[in-house]
């Protein structure tokens, strides 16, 4: 017995619809992406980020991680927690609120339980951003306690 083998033909692909294709899956993925901050100057760990380091820039690469900077808003004054590069984009878990509150500052304290208030001075025992939780020396007792420090850069002392 013999057997033959049989190849099955496709039709002919005109190279108008191959180009129609290309322009649909292209133009498809650039409207997907969108806009990306990038700094224009390099920026070092620490520093705050000004506006006027940054542009908006159109998104080409359609391997380009999620997570990056879509508005100059969102980036600036922020802190950066490593070098930025000029041209690349700000990922924002790289970026952090600038500190209310400095190590060794003098800041106000208060304590509030119903209509008492209590007030004194203290001093920060490490830098912290609004809403965190640090320790704090009371200048007057020397008693060190927690507290969280509030949007005016007081600090709310936690009762025990």
């Known amino acids: 017995m013999m057997f033959r083998r049989t190849c099955r033909r496709m039709p002919p ?3 108008a619809s191959v180009l129609l294709a290309a322009l649909l899956v292209a133009g498809g993925a650039a409207a ?3 806009v990306a901050v990038v700094p224009t100057q390099i920026i070092y760990p620490g520093q705050e980020i000004p506006a006027s380091a940054l542009k908006e820039v159109e998104v080409t690469n359609p391997n380009l ?3 990056y900077a879509t508005r ?3 980036v600036a004054g922020m802190i950066s927690q ?3 590069l000029p041209g690349r984009t700000i990922q924002v878990g790289t970026l952090r609120a600038p500190f209310a509150v400095k190590r060794g500052a003098t800041v106000r304290l208060t304590f509030a339980v119903g209509n008492l208030t209590i007030s ?3 001093t920060p025992l490490e830098n912290a951003a609004v809403g965190d939780v640090i320790r704090v020396r009371n200048l007057d007792s020397g008693v060190t306690v927690s507290g969280t420090v509030m949007g005016d850069g007081s600090v709310q002392v936690m009762a025990k």
């Open 13 to 15: 692909i005109s190279a």
């Open 32 to 34: 997907d992406k969108g």
């Open 65 to 67: 991680a999620e997570g």
């Open 72 to 74: 100059i808003d969102e």
């Open 82 to 84: 490593r070098t930025l």
């Open 120 to 122: 004194a001075s203290g």
